[in-house]
């Protein structure tokens, strides 16, 4: 078992910037690929950003957030982070983080273990 825990949403104005962490704990974290995903209100959940298990791994992003969000994971503290900067309305979502074993994927469905969200508002 893989237990994922989300912090560092909250309320921003547009163009600001927020940091989400995800603390892992229960396996070993440097085995697993991270994922961040989100879901805005009526709409599916959807793949923002992933980084395998290597730390030099390429990272992915969907292309609504490229040149603005950076993934990175730190194995020493068992922690995935995205920081998010230049935010937009449209990034308003409940953001979660998951984890699978070895390769990212966009594909929510191929993830073990999920956290439990947390809430990132962009005012405009």
């Known amino acids: 078992q893989v237990q994922l825990v989300e912090s560092g949403g909250g309320l921003v104005q547009a163009g600001g910037s927020l940091r989400l962490s995800c603390q892992a704990s229960g396996r070993t974290f440097s085995n697993y690929a991270m994922g961040w995903f989100r879901q805005a209100p009526g709409k599916q959940r959807e793949a923002v950003s992933g980084?395998?298990?290597?730390?030099?791994?390429?990272?992915y992003y969907t292309d609504s957030v490229k040149g603005r969000f950076t993934i990175s994971r730190d194995n020493a503290k068992n922690t995935v982070y995205l920081q998010m900067n230049s935010l937009k309305p449209e990034d308003t979502a409940v953001y979660y983080c998951?984890?699978?074993?070895?390769?990212?994927?966009?594909?929510?469905?191929?993830?073990?273990?999920w956290g439990q969200g947390t809430q990132v508002t962009v005012s405009s």
């Open positions: 998951a984890a699978r074993l070895w390769a990212w994927t966009v594909d929510a469905g191929r993830y073990d273990y």
């Open positions: 980084i395998s298990w290597s730390v030099g791994s390429t990272a």
